[in-house]
């Protein structure tokens, strides 16, 4: 009966992760022409529309042409830790996925299966640690290249990344006062309806939302990779898939921050007049992936209107503004918690 | 000095206030600009041209690739002058006349005409200054694009790639460039 069990739930979870992983990878590919397609638009244009109707059939084109190209390596590089940090970078931006609730529970074969790989009692510090080793890729990429352009952008990147990691805790740390838990399941639960934590926390959403960008090395904030002074960034030796692998973890990277977004900020799953166990469980995945889709689009809409940051006004941003904002919203949420609580 | 379009402006390094020091005032006044292209974009499509299906008209007045007209029984017009090539600021033109003979006076309009004609089109600039020269109204600007090509030397047209076809069907319609032409040079009312 125990093996049977753990049989079911072993199969349960690898499916479920397979799923997540197409999903995840379908996402991020898509994203790559939905961003070309939002760009675009914002600037009076069709995008691309080659590749099938309105150019769906892009993101395919892209991955084909990208395994066609030449896989160059720099005779200077550090072999294996070149081949190693695409692959790293990757691994790193698909781990987080793995304790996002993207909706309640699905009934299957008369088992009920949680839409989510693990639910961990330390979701959020699991995202933070993983999210900060992303920086490892960038760094180990820039520096294995041997190139001086790979090596300021990796130092960049890092320094950026380590900068924003700080007021992004400090963000959440007030939400997990506010909700009492570290698991990412159990806040979401918390903000039924619309009960959202953004009601509550609205400037600690708007600092974790601007570290989201940062940590994404999205526009305004992609210094790791800006074209004009750093002639592409830490990916400027990397050719074919390994570069092609560096652009597809940050569009990774991109999609968890906005599901993480939205789970913890804005109820997940929850929409009021939107029960997640309609249709077997599948009205909470609908609503979680729109919501998620909304951010992606947010995230989207500023890389297209705001200007690159320069670095100094970056760290300035980071060190001066949003690291003592969120020391005082953690101030004022816990003053809040603990005057409505005794 | 004196502004004479009251379009300039002074700029002042001055301290922003803190609205401005926010920052989210403007970033929300970008996106919102933004917003406003997409859901255009979106509603009325796109402001460009989709080039290869769809192609914008010329102006009826466009100047380019040059044509060497014939007159109405088919003998070419240029007398081989040489006053375009004078009129010319970039030297694109040169000529080499020669003198009709016996027996050639359906193909040349008058008893000298060019054995050679060649406009250098990497030379040309195309501002139809050879046209306003021409006594014979013979060498006009077409809408014609001047092709691409790998080799330098291909850029240099000769009579037969500058002298219009004899048949009806091969001649080319400079109607509206020579109306034009009349016009500017219409002496002012």
């Known amino acids: 009966m125990f093996l049977l069990f753990t049989t079911a739930l072993l199969l349960e979870k690898s499916i479920l992760v397979l799923a997540l992983f197409t999903v995840t990878l379908g996402v991020a590919a898509y994203a790559t022409l939905a961003e070309r397609k939002v760009a675009a638009a914002m600037q009076d244009r ?31 590089a550090e072999r294996w830790l070149y081949i190693l940090a695409p692959g790293a970078f990757m691994f790193v931006a698909c781990m987080t996925s793995a304790v996002i609730p993207w ?31 992303g920086v490892y890729g960038v760094m180990v990429g820039g520096w294995a290249s041997n190139n001086k352009y790979s090596l300021y952008s990796a130092i960049r990147a890092s320094a950026q990344m380590i900068s924003y990691e700080l007021a992004m805790g400090l963000a959440l740390i007030a939400v997990v006062m506010l909700t009492g838990t570290l698991s990412l399941r159990e806040m ?68 968890i921050a906005c599901a993480v977004i939205a789970v913890v900020y804005f109820g997940g799953y929850n929409f009021p007049g939107l029960d997640p166990s309609w249709l077997g469980g599948l009205m ?26 320069r670095y100094d006004q970056l760290m300035q941003l980071g060190w001066k503004t949003l690291v003592p904002l969120a020391m005082v919203n953690m101030l004022l949420t816990g003053t809040f918690v603990l005057v409505f609580e005794s | 000095m004196q ?37 255009r974009a979106l509603i009325k499509g796109p402001n460009t041209v989709r080039y290869p299906e769809e ?25 081989a002058c040489g006053l375009c090539a004078v009129a010319c600021p970039a030297e694109a033109i040169t000529m080499v006349a020669a003198e009709r003979q016996q027996g050639e006076e ?23 200054l050879c046209e306003e020269a021409c006594p014979k109204e013979a060498i006009f600007l077409t809408d014609r694009i001047v092709p691409a090509d790998y ?24 109607s509206k460039r020579q109306k034009h032409l009349t016009e500017k040079q219409a002496p002012p009312a």
């Open chain 2, 151 to 174: 080799v330098r030397q291909n850029f240099i047209f000769g009579k037969e790639l500058l002298v219009e076809g004899i048949e009806p069907d091969k001649r080319i319609d400079v």
């Open chain 2, 106 to 128: 359906h193909l040349y309009r008058e008893e000298k005409y060019a054995a050679v004609y060649e406009i250098n089109m990497l030379r040309c600039i195309f501002c139809g």
């Open chain 2, 3 to 39: 502004s004479l379009t009251n379009r300039s402006k002074v700029v002042v390094n001055k301290e922003m206030s803190f609205g401005e020091r926010l920052y989210l005032p403007a970033v929300f006044q970008g996106m919102w600009i933004t917003l406003k292209h997409f859901v």
């Open chain 1, 103 to 133: 909706g309640t529970e699905l009934t299957l074969f008369g088992r009920p299966v949680a839409l989510q790989v693990a639910d961990l009692n330390i979701g959020i510090l699991y995202i933070l640690g993983f999210t900060s080793l």
């Open chain 2, 55 to 79: 192609k914008r008209s010329f102006a009826p007045i466009w100047r380019g690739w040059h044509v060497l007209k014939r007159d109405e029984e088919g003998r070419e017009r240029c007398t």
């Open chain 1, 188 to 255: 979401a639960e918390q903000q039924a309806g619309l009960n959202w934590n953004v009601w509550y926390q609205p400037l600690g959403f708007l600092i974790f939302f601007v570290c989201a960008l940062a940590e994404c090395n999205r526009a305004p904030f992609d210094m790791a990779e800006c074209e004009t002074e750093l002639i592409g960034g830490y990916h400027t030796e990397y050719s074919s898939m390994k570069l092609g692998f560096f652009l597809f973890a940050e569009y990774i990277n991109m999609f």
């Open chain 1, 46 to 76: 069709v995008g691309p529309n080659r590749t099938g109707p309105f150019g769906l059939l892009q993101p395919i084109a892209d991955g084909v042409k990208f395994f066609m190209k030449e896989d160059f390596m720099p005779n200077s």
């Open chain 1, 284 to 309: 909470g995945l609908v609503v979680m992936l729109a919501k998620t889709f909304f951010f992606i689009f947010v995230f989207m809409w500023i890389r297209w209107t705001l200007p690159r940051f």
